[in-house]
Each structure stands twice: as C-alpha cells, then as structure tokens.
C-alpha cells in the first residue's frame, strides 16, 4: 500500500524526493531502489538522527540555493546519487534514549486514546522470529527523565500508557523505579502497559505488584510454546515452570490484568503439539489469550530458516505463516477459526458460565481429557459443507485441466455436472457420483480426481455425500462474466460451450469479446 502510494505521489508531485525508513526496507535498501525508481533513498535502521541530518541536508541544499544534495556525510542511509547509483553509507550510531527528545508536551488530540512510551530499546534475548533480536544491546533511558514524563501522564489522567520496551523486566532497578514511582504517584484512573517476561521475576517485584491498585498495571506475557523443542529452536530462553509461578501469584492478587501471547506456525509445533501449549497456558487462566501467527519478517533469523522449515508465508506485510514443514495450511486455517472463538466466548468476558461448563474435564475413551485438547480444537476440524464442495469441484476442475488442457470453460462445467447432480439426488452430492461422471465424460480425469481427493484435508470421507443449498444450486447454474467498466452478463452454464448461442472471440492482445448470437428485444 505505500508503494502504491509512493508511485501515485511521483505522478503528480514529480519533483518531490521520496525516502523510506523501517524494518520493511532497512534490510534489502539496495534492492529496494533497483525496484522502485521513483524512490530517492531509504534510512536503515532507527530513524532518529538519520531522519535528523536528512533534513538539514535539504535545508541546507535550499540555503546555498545549490543545484545537488550533499549526501556524503549521512550515516545510515542507502541513496541514488545524482549520476543513477544507487550508494550506500555506513550504519548510524545508536542514541542513547536520553538523547531523545519527549514527544508528549501536548496531550491536544491525545484524549481518550492510548498513549506509547519508550523506556528502554532492544532486547537481552534472541527470540529466532524478532528483530530486535538482531541487536544484543539494550539502552534504558534514565529514570531522571523517565519519572517526570510519566508524572505528565498521570498529571493529564492519560487513560492508557502503553510501554513498548519488549522485555520491559530485564533490568530489576529500572523496573523497580519506574513501578514505585507509579504506586506512590497513582492518580486512580491512568492504566501502564508492560510487556514482560514473567519467569525473571523476583520475590520484590511480585510483592509490589500485590501492593498496586486494582488497574493500576497490566502485563503481557509471551510464552508462545510450551513444546520444549520449539522453545529450544527458536532460541527463547524461559523457565516454563517460574513463568506459571509467577502468572499464579498475581492472579491469586485479582489486582492485575493477565494477557498471556501463544504463537501457530513456530517450528516443531504441530497441531496437537500447539493444542497442548494452548491447554497449557489457558490452564493459567489469562485475562486474555491471544492467539498469534508466526510473521516472517525481513531481517529475521527466521527468514534464513525458510528453507530448512519448508516454511510458506504471505507474500505481502506483515508476511503471515502460511504452512510449514510440521503445520500443513489446512491446519492454520484450523487455527484461524479457534482464534476467532476464544476472541468471541473468552477474551470478550461475556461467556463465563459457559466457558465455566467448558472446562470440566470430558471422560474420552475412558480416560479425563482437558476440554481444549478434545471437545473444542477436535470440533473445530469437523469443515462445513461449503468447503467440502468447494474441495470436490476443485479436485474435479485440476484432474480435468490436467488430462485436457484445450477443453474450455473447465470450471464452468464441473460445476453444471455438480449442480444437476445435486437437483437430482434431494441437494445432495455424491464423490462416487461425481467420479462416475467425469470418468464418462473426461476418461483420463477419474484416476487423477480419485488422488486430489485422497490429499484432500476437508474431504473427510469419499463415501459420506455433501449437502448442497438451492442457493448454491442456482449460483453454480449460472456463470457471471464482467467487462473492464462493470457490465455484468449471467450465462447459464449449460450454454456457454454452445457456439450455437453464444462465442468467445480471443484479440491478439489477450483480451476477450462475447458474441451473444439470436438475441431477442
């Protein structure tokens, strides 16, 4: 989206220089500019100073009334030059977070709306999916500067701050600082955000948090996997049992907001190995559960891993977990529909005594299985009946399309065979069925359906038929075709291989027109 962006600017401001900055771009800047001419430079890295000198460059450039721009001295950045090469500086040097400057001294457009801050940068550990486990440092900004903004907040009764140091823990004097502070400053209404790692909490800090307001804090807690291989792989260091001591202990507070974070698609995590994480951590009883999927971002140690996890993902930001070599893509999507179910019965607080019946242990095959693990996630591979018919017609479609590749239209008779299946046989379609037909009518095409059937992870048995609604009847009776301006034609199936009635004329420049032959006004 911000290329597109960047191209549609370029049109009508074309004298405009256009950068980009971030960890979408920082890692492949070279490659970057050898694809997208319109764009002049990008800032690796933090922004901070780089955007800074960047600038005062320009400023400069127009004070000299100079006809070029003296890049030569930036740090950090990768650039075009004047003569078309592309030309790229040595890495910026980190600031120190002091050096910053505090970015809130209007809180004008900032009501009833959560507030960031930064208090630390970097992180101590080297979570294999993270950038910042890319750089080993981690730099604190002073409590001297840190405790008089904070009292700014609270002074405007910010309804929110949200903390986004990522492990925001890691140093026990810093943390004990900043949260004394906020005890004995607490205004009764502003809430802190702190992400944090629960299992190096120490006696202290866990005292503190007993002694804090209802609301006064709330944590977010990664644990992403409880599967030891995972945790070992993806290079995260965590005591798994300090970590459930440590969520146990402020629960039993019943002063503070738990959300605890599980990651779908981490290597070595299979579908029954994440429903055990999954039973894991809700048994801990969270605030909230949120369910993430794995993000293959640019830079990261997992991107370098793509290969050795068969790992697929998105081909567009935020680059989302498609399939890997332990959780096929039928799985995710699994996933996805327990994702929106704990968002809907639990996260949203409105199903207690539901989720209360839920987790009573269920006696399966003799033995007492948590609810998770048996009831809901087994539930939840039961696919609908669309889907089902979806997998047939698809299965149908690439067995012909394979053995026939001249017969037209391949798409729309599968789905006229399957539909006048259907009307015949009370709404309801048959795989043996259909296989009988394709093997009368595309005799090559039966062996090949007979096999995308049996990889098929949403035909659950060939022999159990699937249900189809008049509705779906009369959609797939029909083809919808539709010009470049938006006329829409509906031709029904049955005809659109009769050249009798209607003709598809192909262009030499690949575009297609449709005669409509015996036309009646």
Same mark, same amino acid.
């Given at each position: 989206? @911000?290329?597109?962006?960047?191209?549609?600017?370029?049109?009508?401001?074309?004298? &405009?220089?256009?950068?980009?900055?971030?960890?979408?771009?920082?890692?492949?800047?070279?490659?970057?500019?050898?694809?997208?001419?319109?764009?002049?430079?990008?800032?690796?890295?933090?922004?901070?100073?780089?955007?800074?000198?960047?600038?005062?460059?320009?400023?400069?450039?127009?004070?000299? #009334?100079?006809?070029?721009?003296?890049?030569?001295?930036?740090?950090?950045?990768?650039?075009?030059?004047?003569?078309?090469?592309?030309?790229?500086?040595?890495?910026?040097?980190?600031?120190?977070?002091?050096?910053?400057?505090?970015?809130?001294?209007?809180?004008?457009?900032?009501?009833?709306?959560?507030?960031?801050?930064?208090?630390?940068?970097?992180?101590?550990?080297? #979570?294999?999916?993270?950038?910042?486990? =890319?750089?080993?440092?981690?730099?604190?900004?002073?409590?001297?500067?840190?405790?008089?903004?904070?009292?700014?907040?609270?002074?405007?009764?910010?309804?929110?701050?949200?903390?986004? %140091?990522?492990?925001?823990?890691? *140093?026990?004097?810093?943390?004990?600082?900043?949260?004394?502070?906020?005890?004995?400053? %607490?205004?009764?209404?502003?809430?802190?955000?702190?992400?944090?790692?629960?299992?190096?909490?120490?006696?202290?800090?866990?005292?503190?948090?007993?002694?804090?307001?209802?609301?006064?804090?709330?944590?977010?807690?990664?644990?992403?996997?409880?599967?030891?291989?995972?945790?070992?792989?993806?290079?995260?260091?965590?005591?798994?049992?300090?970590?459930?001591?440590?969520?146990?202990?402020?629960?039993?507070?019943? !002063?503070?907001?738990?959300?605890?974070?599980?990651?779908?698609?981490?290597?070595?995590? !299979?579908?029954?190995?994440?429903?055990?994480?999954?039973?894991?951590?809700?048994?801990?009883?969270?605030?909230?559960?949120?369910?993430?999927?794995?993000?293959?971002?640019?830079?990261?140690?997992?991107?370098?891993?793509?290969?050795?996890?068969?790992? *697929?993902?998105?081909?567009?930001?935020?680059?989302?977990?498609?399939?890997? *070599?332990?959780?096929?893509?039928?799985?995710?999507?699994?996933?996805?529909?327990?994702? %929106?179910?704990?968002?809907?019965?639990?996260?949203?607080?409105?199903?207690?005594? &539901?989720?209360?019946?839920?987790?009573?242990?269920? %006696?399966?095959?003799?033995? *007492? $299985?948590?609810?998770?693990?048996?009831?809901?996630?087994?539930?939840?591979? +039961?696919?609908?009946?669309?889907?089902?018919?979806?997998?047939?017609?698809?299965? +149908?479609? /690439?067995?012909?399309?394979? !053995?026939?590749?001249?017969?037209?239209?391949?798409? +729309? /008779?599968?789905?006229?065979?399957?539909?006048?299946?259907?009307?015949?046989?009370?709404?309801?379609?048959?795989?043996?069925?259909?296989?009988?037909?394709?093997?009368?009518?595309?005799?090559? +095409?039966? @062996?090949?359906?007979?096999?995308?059937?049996?990889?098929?992870?949403?035909?659950?048995?060939?022999?159990?038929?699937?249900?189809?609604?008049?509705?779906?009847?009369?959609?797939?009776?029909?083809?919808?075709?539709?010009?470049?301006?938006? =006329?829409?034609?509906? =031709?029904?199936? $049955?005809?659109?291989?009769?050249?009798?009635?209607?003709?598809?004329?192909?262009?030499?420049?690949?575009?297609?027109?449709?005669?409509?032959?015996?036309?009646?006004?």
């Amino acid at each position: 989206h @911000v290329m597109e962006i960047v191209r549609d600017v370029k049109k009508v401001l074309p004298e &405009t220089e256009i950068w980009l900055g971030g960890p979408e771009v920082s890692y492949d800047a070279k490659k970057i500019l050898e694809r997208e001419p319109d764009v002049r430079g990008v800032m690796r890295g933090e922004g901070e100073l780089t955007f800074t000198e960047l600038v005062r460059a320009y400023l400069k450039r127009e004070e000299l #009334c100079a006809a070029s721009l003296d890049l030569d001295h930036i740090p950090g950045i990768t650039y075009r030059a004047e003569s078309g090469e592309v030309v790229e500086r040595g890495p910026q040097r980190l600031l120190s977070l002091d050096e910053i400057p505090f970015y809130y001294d209007d809180m004008a457009g900032f009501e009833n709306r959560i507030v960031y801050y930064e208090s630390s940068r970097g992180c101590p550990f080297s #979570c294999s999916y993270c950038l910042s486990s =890319i750089d080993k440092t981690v730099r604190f900004r002073s409590l001297d500067l840190v405790l008089p903004e904070l009292q700014f907040f609270l002074d405007h009764k910010v309804l929110q701050v949200k903390f986004v %140091d990522r492990t925001f823990n890691c *140093k026990r004097d810093h943390t004990l600082g900043i949260w004394r502070y906020l005890v004995e400053h %607490d205004n009764g209404i502003t809430n802190f955000h702190f992400e944090v790692s629960a299992d190096i909490f120490d006696e202290e800090e866990l005292e503190l948090i007993g002694k804090m307001r209802p609301g006064l804090i709330q944590l977010e807690i990664g644990v992403q996997s409880t599967n030891p291989d995972t945790i070992k792989e993806i290079h995260r260091h965590m005591d798994l049992v300090k970590l459930k001591q440590a969520v146990d202990r402020v629960y039993d507070y019943r !002063n503070t907001h738990q959300h605890l974070d599980l990651i779908a698609g981490l290597p070595y995590e !299979n579908y029954e190995s994440f429903m055990r994480s999954f039973d894991d951590v809700y048994r801990m009883r969270p605030d909230q559960l949120q369910m993430g999927f794995l993000k293959v971002l640019k830079g990261s140690y997992m991107e370098e891993q793509v290969a050795a996890y068969d790992l *697929k993902y998105r081909g567009i930001p935020p680059y989302e977990v498609l399939s890997t *070599k332990w959780l096929p893509y039928s799985n995710v999507i699994r996933l996805k529909g327990v994702e %929106d179910m704990v968002e809907v019965y639990y996260n949203s607080g409105q199903f207690p005594a &539901t989720m209360k019946l839920l987790e009573k242990k269920f %006696d399966i095959d003799g033995r *007492k $299985e948590f609810y998770l693990s048996t009831v809901v996630f087994q539930y939840t591979t +039961a696919q609908p009946e669309k889907k089902k018919l979806q997998a047939i017609q698809e299965a +149908a479609v /690439q067995a012909v399309q394979e !053995n026939y590749a001249e017969t037209p239209h391949v798409e +729309a /008779q599968v789905a006229m065979m399957i539909a006048n299946q259907a009307a015949d046989n009370d709404n309801q379609v048959s795989i043996q069925q259909v296989r009988q037909q394709l093997e009368e009518e595309y005799p090559l +095409a039966a @062996v090949p359906f007979d096999d995308y059937v049996e990889k098929s992870d949403v035909i659950d048995s060939a022999a159990q038929p699937v249900t189809v609604t008049p509705a779906r009847i009369r959609r797939m009776e029909s083809r919808s075709l539709r010009t470049a301006n938006g =006329i829409e034609v509906k =031709i029904p199936t $049955e005809l659109l291989n009769a050249e009798s009635e209607v003709e598809f004329l192909h262009a030499d420049d690949g575009s297609i027109s449709l005669l409509i032959k015996n036309v009646i006004l």
